[in-house]
């Protein structure tokens, strides 16, 4: 039996920057707009740093705007809020984003909350969460968008499957079973506590994985023929002590019974910068047509 298909996530992910990018064309040539994403980055947080960096240039490389705020680690939540509310009344910002984690004097619920529901380029502010859930329009968080566009390059109509979403975080598991929902999907969230997760899964003919626990998803748990999202991204030790990335399935079994499968790094991993621009310009077009 010949492997899974590998669907490389960085290729479709250029594809929606391409599309971004026509879009902010059009946007400027139209209305006179040029979308622009505020980043705001509290602490020296390595990883954090070369995240916010790769968004900026994405953003650029897009034909949007880029304003990065790299505030120190000692900042007051009264002044992260303050900045909020500077970038909420901006005309030229239509996207905030604040990276998490933020440091322990600062209540991230409070900072996520006090952004503008039209700037959430997250999607974790209650009422997009809210709107999600009511199948409405809403922006969306990135992550479980990727997620569903990975998927769809396989399978453009994914109406009927048995999805099972392996993890119920707030920010991945709960969000990608409700776009599932959208395109009329069988959903269950499957979770540590569940009962024979193995069994669960091997129901699902779309699996998606964001549990943060290295391999956990085994091969034989597979059914064969499923499309497998691995939205993990896990460091472990490899060989000679060398770092390496890994994701929550066992990518090698799994790949000779999946019919489809992403890889870690690669798959999920540059679609969530993908979708932060897509998000950026909904927002800009939303925000544009309401004022204009």
């Not at 492997?3 to 479709?12: E, L, N, T």
């Not at 705020?69 to 905030?96: C, F, M, P, Q, Y």
Request: hydrophobic share 45%; net charge positive.
């Amino acid at each position: 039996m010949a492997g899974a298909k590998v669907i490389d996530g960085k290729a479709i992910a250029a594809e929606v920057r391409r599309s971004v990018a026509a879009d902010v064309e059009t946007m400027r040539r139209e209305a006179g707009v040029t979308p622009g994403l505020a980043v705001v980055l509290v602490g020296e947080d390595p990883a954090s740093q070369v995240y916010v960096r790769n968004k900026a240039h994405q953003t650029v490389e897009a034909g949007m705007r880029s304003f990065e705020h790299k505030l120190a680690a000692s900042t007051s939540e009264a002044d992260l809020l303050k900045l909020i509310a500077d970038l909420n009344r901006s005309t030229d910002v239509h996207g905030i984003l604040v990276q998490l984690p933020l440091p322990g004097q600062i209540d991230a619920r409070k900072v996520l909350e006090a952004i503008d529901p039209a700037k959430d380029v997250d999607g974790f502010h209650p009422v997009n969460v809210g709107r999600l859930s009511a199948g409405e329009r809403s922006l969306v968080p990135c992550t479980p968008a990727g997620c569903v566009i990975l998927a769809k390059s396989v399978q453009p109509e994914l109406k009927g499957l048995e999805a099972v979403v392996i993890g119920r975080s707030n920010i991945v598991g709960k969000p990608v079973a409700q776009l599932l929902l959208r395109e009329d999907c069988t959903v269950t969230i499957a979770h540590s506590r569940t009962r024979d997760l193995p069994a669960v899964v091997r129901r699902g003919d779309l699996v998606i994985a964001a549990v943060g626990r290295p391999g956990m998803v085994r091969g034989d748990w597979i059914k064969p023929g499923a499309i497998v999202i691995d939205v993990g991204i896990n460091r472990v030790e490899g060989p000679g002590g060398k770092a390496r990335l890994v994701g929550d399935v066992a990518y090698e079994e799994a790949a000779r019974i999946a019919g489809a499968i992403t890889p870690v790094p690669g798959g999920v991993g540059p679609m969530t910068i993908a979708c932060l621009l897509k998000n950026t310009v909904s927002a800009a077009r939303e925000q544009t047509s309401r004022t204009g």
